[in-house]
Structures are given as C-alpha cells and as structure tokens.
Nanobody, 121 residues
Framework: QVQLVESGGGLVQPGGSLRLSCVLSGSTLSRYAMGWHRQAPGKQRELVASISTFGTAIYADSVKGRFTITREYAKNTVYLQMNSLKPEDTAVYYC???????????????WGQGTQVTVSS
C-alpha cells in the first residue's frame, strides 16, 4: 500500500524559510511524478509545484523563484524548499503521488496527511 507522510511545517516569520519533506512508502519514488499542493482556510486546494519522472519542475506563478521541489531517491523523499515566505503562503501543505501511467505530473488519489505552514510575525 502506497502511503505518504509529510513533515517540516511550522511557524515562521515573513522572509523566513522552511523545508517540507514527503516520504513515500510501499513503492519506489522513481516510478512517479510528484506534486505539492496547499490549501488555505476558505480556499480551494492549489498545486504549487510538481516534478516529472524526468526531473522537470513546474511552479505556480505565486511561488516561482521562491520555492524549489527536489527529490532524493535513496530516501524515497520529495522536498519542497520554501524561501522568502509571505503571510499568504500560510496553508496546509500536501504532497501527492502522480498517476503512474504518466511521466508528467497528473494528480492521483494518494495524499499525505498534510503539514501546517504558518507565516506570521
């Protein structure tokens, strides 16, 4: 059974940084494209970053230049490095396993439990 566990969230001041981690168990990370989404209170969940099986990363305009998605196969882990954080980045962040038949990221039905990121002074 494929499962995801996120960690690394917390409270940070504006301009600060956090690194989120997402550990995949029950399968091999190299098989999948992966995505990071977030959901702020009262808003729909949105895709902020994705990475294809080829390593191509795509970012939402709102985070481009500030967030970086990477993966480490040896640890079966995907990361989201978040720099220059803003209050509007406050949300619960979720990682997602892409559909296995695609090399590019197409969101699938396996989600982690989420990790809270709060940006506030």
């Amino acid at each position: 059974q494929v499962q995801l566990v996120e960690s690394g969230g917390g409270l940070v001041q504006p301009g600060g940084s956090l690194r989120l981690s997402c550990v995949l168990s029950g399968s091999t990370l190299s098989r999948y494209a992966m995505g990071w989404h977030r959901q702020a209170p009262g808003k729909q969940r949105e895709l902020v970053a994705s990475i294809s099986t080829f390593g191509t990363a795509i970012y939402a305009d709102s985070v481009k230049g500030r967030f970086t998605i990477t993966r480490e196969y040896a640890k079966n882990t995907v990361y989201l490095q978040m720099n220059s954080l803003k209050p509007e980045d406050t949300a619960v962040y979720y990682c997602n396993v892409g559909q296995a038949q695609y090399n590019i990221y197409i969101d699938g039905n396996i989600w982690g439990q989420g990790t809270q990121v709060t940006v506030s002074s």
